[in-house]
């Protein structure tokens, strides 16, 4: 304990690491103190207040004396949330904190992970990458809404971060239209998708998959749009899907994440009849 200035108040203090224990820029991260009270283990019943002072990897924060738990939220999503504590993975588990007038207590120090990954490289037929393809991962008992998406960089590589354990449906496509779209590893539904099953925290690399340029051949479309809330304000938390008519049936087509703005897009539709549902 290291005494400090304020005459009514306590501080906490700590840091936020990855699993290789490299600090992560605090700032980019919403720390959370819940000060304990209230009937049960609900956190969000218990009050709450946002972390306002960060420096190099470290945290820190002026508080009322009483106890209290941490809980570290990424605002940019890449990361899971966790509470401080030997398993910090729920409220019930976290480590309780005794707030003291005129102390600092140093937090147990909070690792952060990003779930299970899977990661993998986008070709084309010469074996060049493709950059901007869109991946999706679907569990592989529900194909309504992709539960993680990531895009291609330079070197035709994507990553899926933030998915549990478990069986995943992989779906490649091309936001302009030139090349196929395809499911892992070479099917044109999601019936007949291949499982990419990871466990607890695992890394799996290697999903690589090859489309094929069709840029010359049967047209296909592109359909934006925005979703807003009751206010008009750009709705950024929600999931489109596409459902495709073929006859007189309509199923799951594609899905994708709502990005900032409430902004949508679809990209490489072919011709045909669609609904959308938010």
Known sequence: ?????????????G????????????????????????????????????????????WSASLAPGQSVVRVVDSWSEWRSAWAGTDGQTYSTATTFQV???????????QLTDGARI????????????RGITVHAF?????????SD??????GEYTLRNLDKGSYRLRFSDGLGDYETKWYADSETFAAATDVVVAENQARTGI???LADVSNE??????????????????????????????????????TSVRKGGVFGFGGLPAGTYKFRV
């Open 100 to 110: 003291t007038k005129k102390w600092t207590t140093q937090v147990t120090q909070v």
């Open 15 to 58: 840091s936020v690491v990855e699993p290789d224990g490299n600090f992560l820029l605090t700032e980019r991260f919403e720390i959370y103190f819940y000060a304990l009270g209230g009937e049960d283990d609900d956190f969000e019943q218990f009050e709450k207040e946002k972390v306002s002072n960060f420096d190099a990897g470290q």
């Open 218 to 255: 049967a047209p296909t479309y592109n359909v934006t749009g925005t979703v807003v809330d009751k206010n008009d304000g750009g709705q950024r938390e929600a999931q489109v899907t596409a459902f495709k008519q073929t006859d007189s049936r309509w199923s799951s087509y594609l899905s």
């Open 150 to 155: 990531a895009q291609t960089n330079s070197r």
């Open 119 to 130: 990661s993998g490289t986008v070709t084309d037929s010469a074996e060049a990458p493709i």
């Open 1 to 13: 304990l290291l005494e400090v200035s304020e005459a009514s108040c306590g501080a906490l203090t």
């Open 208 to 210: 690589n998959i090859e």
């Open 139 to 147: 569990a592989s008992e529900d194909d309504t809404a992709a539960v």
